[in-house]
């Protein structure tokens, strides 16, 4: 069965420094979207991309936050100055369309020291 | 503004033992709702998806109903088994299909 994979599937970065999160998502899937989880709390919307552009991002996907489909296959997310708080499981997720359910990859978790 | 709860937040069961874990949510005007499963450190495992004209969908062992009306959802579990013992979340899309989470349950199946 087709999945979404991320890659790397542990980044330790010190403040300040940029970090890209790459993902696959499903091949034949439209929607793309990155979650967070931050140790012992609910998981979190941070941006949903459709058709080449973000369709929709929540409040925590601010001016350090960019996504990026740079070919057809890989979905990144990229951090520019990384901060404390940005530590958390971050989770790649695609799906086709809001009938079907979202396939969500194994998760990058990213240590900010 | 959707929210989502899940009760218990652990639970812990000898194995073969039948359970149910809720999951409720505040505004009934859900397009669907998900079932995952998440291992320690791991990514989350799409169960179940109820789309809101359903009242329930099953896969093996599990079953997972949706009553809108009373903004309810459960998850059964039959005949529980060590492997199944993981952190279960439910999740509802909001008007812009983002995902609104639950906090999850905790579950423990003793051998």
């Known amino acids: 069965e087709p999945e979404v994979t991320q890659t790397p599937s542990h980044q330790v970065t010190q403040m300040g420094q940029e970090v890209i999160l790459r993902c696959v998502p499903i091949?034949?899937?439209?929607?793309f979207y990155w979650y967070r989880q931050i140790l012992g709390q609910k998981v979190e919307f941070l941006v949903s991309f459709y058709n080449n552009e973000i369709s929709e991002k929540s409040e925590i996907f601010d001016d350090q936050f960019s996504v990026e489909r740079p070919d057809g296959s890989n979905f990144t997310l990229k951090i520019r100055s990384t901060k404390l708080e940005d530590s958390a499981m971050y989770f790649c997720?695609?799906?086709?369309?809001?009938?079907?359910?979202?396939?969500f990859g194994n998760g990058t978790r990213l240590t900010v020291t | 503004k959707q929210e989502v709860t899940q009760i218990p937040a652990a639970l812990s069961v000898p194995e073969g033992e039948n359970l149910v874990l809720n999951c409720s949510f505040t505004?009934?005007?859900?397009?669907?709702l998900q079932w995952f499963r998440q291992d320690p450190g791991k990514g989350l495992t799409s169960l179940l998806l109820i789309q809101s004209s359903q009242r329930e969908q099953t896969s093996g062992r599990l079953n997972a109903s949706l009553d809108k009306s009373s903004g309810r959802s459960t998850l059964y579990i039959a005949a529980s088994q060590p492997g199944d013992s993981a952190t279960y979340l439910c999740a509802v899309p909001d008007s812009n299909y983002q995902l609104i989470w639950g906090a999850g349950t905790k579950l423990i199946i003793k051998p």
């Open positions: 505004d009934s005007a859900i397009y669907n």
């Open positions: 997720a695609s799906g086709q369309g809001m009938d079907s359910p979202l396939h």
């Open positions: 091949s034949n899937h439209l929607y």
